[in-house]
């Protein structure tokens, strides 16, 4: 088998350039030549062609994080602006001037991205499969060990008091770490592990109506079959394109499912159903768009908090916002049990022009944070942001030469860093999950890889 190093060197550059100057071109003729949309779009679009060209070789976590969060704060507001706010409801819609927006908007992306990539190592994002192949070799049952203790700690979340929950429901993510490790393995895709660890998940799903957890570990399997298998650049796009209609799927009829009158496994059931009674919705194609692009669209939040702020509906924060959520994300409840919990509205009642009843979750996202503590200074704490989630993999890339297996779980942890998730809550729930995973580690090497794993002379465990 060819060192993973030398097939490295023998790929050939990638034309990211070549295709974003024209995609560029287009989007200029597309947007009316309207240089704010223009650039926002070629800034997604730089970060979706480097994380498609970056598929097959690594798990190319930066560019996943530019790609999600520059749909979200710069793509997908600017579709809304030029074209889709008239079809969405008005609550839901972008606000204010789009030149105020995205003078905003773009700066704080770029430094967001700046403190994503800024002093990052290709090696930091890749897995070196011949190690943990070394490992899987001699522990060939570790992965279906993880998937079982993974889908007993799923099963039994309804049983642990809440003050244990978060770290059973950590444990729990084992089953797709043993999914995962079964893929870089030598050996084909086991359906049985499949089933295990992503048949729990969609029954949860699909009983529940909620489907973060779903759509997100999904993408984390496309990554690692990828990894495995290096399909082509057709097959990776149409694996693009295939998603993009699961997603949309999902998009149209889980509100329906939230409408049944209970929520069960039954929903599977009456998917066929409800297909069939959301497209019969008579829905202009300008509509049916709209309702999938303004969820994929954070922006509408922060255009809002920016136009409320302009009619005076709150002060600038100073910073006391922010140190508020450094103090949410890193105290724990035992110390500080009335502090705010994950899902309540009382910052987005607060700073965002509108009101919404207890039991509903909308996230404000950090260009809206940093808005509230400086206006658009509120940059430099998007930077910061950046920054947060670039340690946070440069820490698994350490963590990993000391234990081989440590990059297979940063999907774990990366998976709460979205654009659509308070931050407070992502970052608490990222170190949380960081330190859990940490001591998970330490107990498969002390107590279960006890003897040294060599890969080519070299320790693979010391």
């Known amino acids: 088998m060819e060192d993973t190093n030398t097939i490295q060197k023998n790929n050939p550059v990638k034309p990211v350039g070549a295709i974003l100057i024209p995609v560029t071109i287009i989007s200029f003729v597309l947007f009316d030549t309207n240089i704010y949309y223009t ?100 522990y060939p049952w570790m992965p279906l060990q993880f998937i079982l203790v993974g889908v007993l700690a799923s099963f039994s979340l309804p049983f642990v008091p809440s003050q244990l929950q978060f770290v059973i429901s950590s444990i729990a993510y084992l089953k797709f770490i043993g999914m995962f490790l079964s893929l870089l393995s030598k050996q084909p895709i086991n359906f049985f592990y499949l089933a295990l660890s992503y048949g729990v998940l969609l029954l949860q799903s699909f009983s529940s109506s909620m489907f973060n957890d779903l759509l997100n570990m999904l993408f984390f399997l496309a990554i690692y079959l990828c990894i495995k298998y290096k399909p082509s650049g057709f097959l990776n796009m149409g694996g693009i394109i295939a998603g993009l209609v699961f997603l949309s799927l999902i998009q149209s009829i889980k509100f329906l499912l939230r409408e049944q009158e209970s929520n069960s496994i039954e929903n599977l059931q009456k998917i066929p159903e409800l297909v069939q009674k959301a497209q019969s919705k008579n829905l202009s194609s300008d509509e049916k768009i709209a309702n999938i692009v303004f969820r994929l669209s954070q922006g509408w939040v922060t255009s809002s908090s920016m136009d409320y702020k302009k009619k005076n509906g709150f002060e600038f924060q100073n910073g006391n916002h922010s140190l508020t959520i450094l103090r949410l994300a890193l105290m724990p409840r035992i110390i500080d049990p009335d502090r705010m919990v994950v899902g309540d509205g009382t910052f987005f009642n607060l700073y965002s022009g509108h009101t919404i009843s207890e039991g509903t979750s909308i996230a404000l996202g950090i260009l809206t944070d940093g808005f509230i503590d400086y206006g658009q200074n509120g940059i430099f704490i998007v ?54 995973i940490a001591i998970l580690l330490f107990v498969t090497y002390k107590f279960y890889i006890q003897d040294k794993v060599t890969f080519k002379g070299q320790e693979v465990y010391e």
Request: a neutral charge.
């Open 39 to 138: 650039v926002a779009a070629a800034i997604f679009f730089h970060q979706f062609i480097s994380f498609y060209f970056n598929l097959n070789e690594k798990i190319p976590l930066r560019n996943l994080a530019g790609m999600m969060f520059t749909l979200n704060y710069l793509f997908g507001p600017a579709l809304m602006f030029h074209w889709l706010n008239p079809f969405v409801e008005d609550n839901y819609s972008m606000r204010g001037n789009a030149e105020d927006y995205f003078t905003y908007a773009i700066p704080a992306m770029l430094l967001f991205l700046t403190g994503l990539y800024i002093f990052a190592k290709r090696k930091e994002e890749e897995i070196n499969i011949n190690k943990i192949r070394a490992i899987l070799e001699r």
């Open 383 to 436: 930077f910061i942001f950046g920054l947060i989630i670039n340690g946070f993999i440069k820490f698994y890339d350490y963590l990993d030469d000391k234990f081989a297996l440590a990059k297979v779980f940063l999907p774990v942890c990366f998976f709460y860093i979205r654009p659509d998730t308070d931050t407070f809550s992502s970052l608490g729930a990222a170190v949380k999950t960081t330190i859990v």
